[in-house]
C-alpha cells in the first residue's frame, strides 16, 4: 500500500508567521518521507480540498520552503469559510472524505483559529462515522490571541511587537508637535472582542506619564464623560495624550462605535474606522488638534518587525502537529505552555481539539487597571516576553525579499465537481 | 571675547530621521569646541528662541547625543510656526536678534523645509540690517520631499521605504484572503501637494501584476469612472487590487476627496480619512469587499524600518551645516547630490538660501506612467537608491530603545518676555 498523504490548510485572517508554521508543518514532513507521503496543501484552505484543488508542496524547493518562515501572510491562500455543523451540510464534510480518499489523505493540519479547530474535529468525527480514520490536528494561528487553553497564539506576538513599537513612535512624533499643533494622536487597532492587541500597545508606556496614556478596550464600555475628562486632563498634565482603540469598541449598549455593518462569512461584524470617531468627538468637545492612523491589515502582516520569540512558536507549533500525527495522536492540537516568566521559558503542550473549538479567551479582568484605561503589571509580566527579539526577514533592493511559492497544482483525480 | 554660540532648532513636521541631522550637528560641533562656543537648541523650534527657552545641549552625554541618531521626532521639540515676512512683523526678527545677542549666539541652524529656509534666509538679513551679523545655515528635512535643488530630503527616504514595505506586506495579506474575503485593500499615505510617497509605494510592485496595482498621485486629478473600471478589471485578472492613495488626492474640479477643514499654522489643510472615501466607492459601485488603513504618523515616526541611506544624508546634512557655518559660509543649505546610480553615489553640495526658500518640487511627469495610475522606469531608478540599507535602532524588552534628553533650560538673561 502507498504511504498515506497529508493535507495542509490555511484557514481565516492570516498573519505575519502562519507561513513559519507552514514551514514547520512541511520541513518536519520532509523529514519523515518514510512515515508520511506527499504532503498537499489546500489552495485558498479549505476551499482547495472540497474543490479538489491541491498544491503539491514537494514541488517547491528547499530554500522556498525556508524562506516561508520569513514571508508573512498564506502562501497557499487561506480562506473565510466556516463549514456548517454536520446535520445542516453533511454533503461538505462527505466531499471532503471523498477528495482525501481518492488522494489517499490520511492526515489533515488544519492551521487557523477556533472555528478552524471547530472543523478540524468535525473532519475526524466524519471520518471515523464514514469508515474512513483521518488523523486531524489543529495549528493554532490568530492575531486576537482568543484561543483557550495556549498560553498564546502564534500571530498574536508580532502583532503585538508591531503595534507597542508603532505607537511608541507616533507618541514620540506628537511629543514633538504638541506644543503648537497635534495634541491627539489616535491609533486604531485589531482585536474584534478580545482587547489583547489593545492591551499590547500598553507596553510602549514603561513609565508613569509616558504614551500611550489611554486605551480603550472592547471589554470595557466606551463612557464619552469619563474618557474626554481623561484626555484633558492628560492634556494639561503632560502636553498630549496618546490613545489605542479597540476596532470592537462598544458603547455602554453594547453598540460598536464603529460597525460598517459588513459582516463576514463567520458572521462577525466588519469593523473599521472608530478612531476618526474618537479624534472627532476631542475636537468637537476639546478643541484638540488631532491625528489619526487606522493600521488595519498593516499590524498583522508587518513581517519585518516580526517577534523572533512568535516565530519560534509559529514554527515549532507546524513541527509538532507533524510530530503529533505520526505518533498516532488524533483530534488534538499543540499549544505553548510557559513554563517561567523571568527568564522566560516555554513548551509544546497538547490538547484535545473538542476543548478548543468554539472557546473565546478574553482579556482578563485583572489585566486591566481599575479605572478601564491601562493595563497592569501582571498583563506586563504576561505579555512581555511575547514581543521579545526581532526575527528581521532578508532584503534586497530597499525591501523584504517575500517568497511566492509555484504552488503547482496535483492532477485531479475525481469527475465530480463541488460548488462552494 | 567669548567664542560665539550657535543655536539649533527642528521645524514643521518631524521626521524619523530629523534627530539623525541633529546628531550631526551636535556631534561635528563638539568636534570644534575650538571655534564655536555652546550649542543652544531652542525647545520647541523657533519658539524657543522667541521665548529665550534655550536648551543647553552640552549638558547631554556622548552616548545619549549618539542615540540620536538611531530615535525618530523631535528631540527638542518641533514647531509649527511660520515666522510672518518682514514688514508684517519686524518685531518678531528683532526679537529673534535680541535673544541671539544675550546668550552671544552668532550661528544659527534651522532644520526644516521650505518655511523654516525661507524664515532661515530672514534671520539672516535682518541680522545684517539689525548690526547683529549671524551666520544662517539651513538643513534640509521634510518627508514630502518638496524641496528644490537637492536630490532628496532628508525623511523622505524612511517614509519611502515605511510605505512600499507596508505596503507589500499588505498585498500579500490581501492575496491570501481574496478568493473568499477581502479583494480591494487601500493605504492611504501622506504628501500634501507632491506625489513622492505615494509614488514610493509603487517601488513595492516589481514585476508586472504584482501590487500596488493603483497609484492615485495628488498631481493627477481623480477621475471615479476610469478608477473603477480599473479596480474592476484588476480583480478580474488578479483576484484583488491594492491602490495606494495620496491624502492630497483631489477631484477635476481640484476639491480634495477628504479634507477635514482644519488647517495648520502654515494655511495648509489638515487632510486625512481619504482611504474610506476610495474604500466605500469600490464597496458601492463594484460590491468587493474592502480593507483599508491610513497610516498618517506611524509612517513618518518609523524609524524601526528607517532607509540607512536616508540616516547617512540626514547626518551628513546636518555635519555639513557645522562644517560650512565654520568656514563662514552665510545664507547658505547643504544638499544631496547624486553622482551615479548604479553603484548609487551621492556628495554633499551646497547652495543658497535664497534659491531654496518657499519653492514646491512637485513630482515631474514623466515618473507617472502615462494613464496615471503607476510609476516609470525612470521614477524608480530616481526612487529605488532612497529606500537601499536597514539601520534598525537597538531594542529593550522588544521595544526600539529611543532615547529622551534631559534637556536643560539655560538660564534667561533677558528682563523681557515675548508672547507668542
Sequence with gaps: MAKA???YAQSGGVTAVINASACGVIETARKHTDQMGKLYAGRHGILGALTEDLIDTSRESTADIRALRHTPSGAFGSARY???GLDENRAEYERLI???KAHNIRYFFYNGGGDSQDTALKVSQIGVQLGYPIICVGVPKTVDNDLPLTDCCPGFGSVAKYVATSIREASFDVASMARTSTKVFVLEVMGRHAGWITAACGLAA?????APHILLFPEIPFKQDKFLARVEATVKKEGYCVVG???G???????????????DAFGHAQLGGVAPVIAQLVRHHLGYKYHWAVADYLQRAARHIASKTDVAQAYAMGKAAVQFALKGHNAVMPIVVRVSNQPYKWKVGMVNLCDVANREKKLPRDFITEDGYGITAKCRRYLSPLIAGEDYPPFKRGLPDYVVLKNVAVTKKLKTRFNV
Excluded: C, I, T
Design 5 to 7: 498523504n497529508a493535507f
Design 82 to 84: 466556516k463549514l456548517k
Design 98 to 100: 471523498e477528495v482525501f
Design 206 to 210: 514603561e513609565k508613569p506619564g509616558q
Design 245 to 247: 482603540v479597540s476596532e
Design 249 to 263: 469598541l462598544q458603547n455602554e449598549k453594547g453598540e460598536f462605535l464603529a460597525d460598517s455593518g459588513l459582516r
